[in-house]
């Protein structure tokens, strides 16, 4: 069995909802990070054995496989196949996974592999009634993402929470305190915004050419930022609870890609390892707690990888809620100094089919800068899952 390298890791910056990236449609920019991931990688196009992108939506302009049209407009030859992933939060992350297990088991040598979500474009729909030439049925915003509920549901526990719903019933179970949530979102808009002073992200994001400009800067993190400002804030699911909009994830447009390459691939086309994808696992927990999926998730791919939780050097969890990134950080006993040392989804925000490969992308950066060996990315997934893959440094 061939091992599966990363070879090259780009990403968009993200983008605010409604903001510099929403007038670029989604396959326009996921078209982009492929194009820039195998011009860095110094890999042909021609050499390129599948493309695989993570798209969460695909309501709107994403839909018809989004990765094939993005593939296509990115000048690929129309020999190279390839597919969209839908895992929700974790496409991206799944992706990667899923390019790393086709070079394992030798079905490929090179994959082009990533996600892309423009929420800021993700339309209304309507629901076609059951009966012809009757009214139209219930109006659905896509962007918000659970729509046309099957009724089912209802009998099944927590299926229909919303996702701060699952938050704060994290908070609740996990004795998690509004204050401690605050001072998490606010450390993830200290460290994002010295990243970018500190030009930490310069060299893993392409530069977006807009109607209004160039943007080469992740909008979301705001210097104004602080405890204060966030107190104030009101919680969204009950009066006395911890969730509110200031220590959640934000709605975010943008894409990422990386290339994995086999070994042999490596060899033959003389490209540089940067990291090695060890494994990577999914687990499924109960709906309502969807929050502490990459708790077992990652219990999952350390034993199959042979590692304890001592063995990590660096970690990027998708910081859902501050809440949800507590438990998961209390439940591992992960050291917040290791954790989005760049900061996270709160301050950066979460384009939902990217966040995984973004997430990766900025640890490959990471793993290199900080010099660390070994390395974990994770996130969870509504409606109850969990994701995790590990990576070791070359």
């Avoid at 705001?222 to 009066?239: D, G, M, Q």
Wanted: hydrophobic share 45%; charged share 20%.
């Amino acid at each position: 069995m061939t091992e599966a390298y990363l070879v090259s890791g780009v990403r968009t910056p993200v983008g605010r909802y409604g903001g510099a990236l929403s007038g670029v449609r989604p396959d326009d920019l996921a078209a982009l990070v492929l194009a820039e991931a195998v011009a860095r990688a110094g890999v042909p196009r021609t050499d390129v054995d599948e493309v695989l992108l993570g798209c969460t939506n695909q309501a709107g302009e994403d839909n018809r496989n989004v990765a094939r049209m993005a593939t296509l407009i990115a000048g690929f030859p129309v020999t190279v196949p390839a597919m969209t992933v839908n895992r929700l939060c974790a496409s991206g992350l799944s992706a990667i996974i899923l390019a790393a297990q086709m070079i394992r088991s030798g079905a490929a040598d090179l994959v082009v592999a990533g996600g892309v979500e423009s929420m800021s474009r993700a339309p209304w729909v309507l629901a076609k009634p059951e009966k012809a030439f009757a009214k139209p049925g219930e109006l659905a915003d896509s962007a918000i993402g659970a729509r046309f509920t099957n009724p089912k549901f209802y009998d099944l526990p927590g299926t229909t929470s919303s996702m701060p719903e699952t938050a704060e019933e994290l908070a609740t179970r996990d004795g998690i305190s509004r204050v401690d949530s605050d001072a998490f979102a606010l450390r993830s808009h200290q460290r994002a915004l010295a990243a970018i002073d500190e030009g930490r992200f310069a060299d893993e994001i392409v530069p977006v050419e807009t109607t209004k400009g160039v943007v080469k800067t992740d909008e979301g993190p705001r210097r104004e930022t602080s405890l204060e400002a966030l107190a104030k804030l009101r919680p969204i699911v009950r009066p006395d609870g911890v969730v509110t909009a200031g220590n959640s994830s934000s709605l975010n447009d943008g894409a990422s890609a990386v290339v994995v390459a086999s070994a042999d691939a490596v060899r033959r086309l003389g490209l540089t390892a940067r990291a090695r994808i060890v494994d990577g696992a999914s687990a499924g927990v109960a709906p309502a707690v969807m929050g502490i999926g990459p708790v077992p998730a990652t219990q999952k791919v350390l034993d199959r990888a042979g590692w304890s939780l001592g063995d990590l050097d660096a970690v990027e969890l998708n910081e859902a809620f501050a809440a949800q990134s507590l438990a998961c950080m209390r439940a591992l006993n992960l050291d917040e100094a290791i954790v989005n040392r760049d900061g996270g989804a709160i301050a950066l925000g979460h384009a939902l089919g990217s966040s995984g490969s973004r997430l990766t992308v900025t640890m490959l950066n990471r793993m290199e800068r900080e010099g660390a060996s070994k390395a974990l990315v994770t996130m969870c997934v509504g409606l109850g899952q969990g994701v995790s893959m590990l990576l070791e440094r070359v």
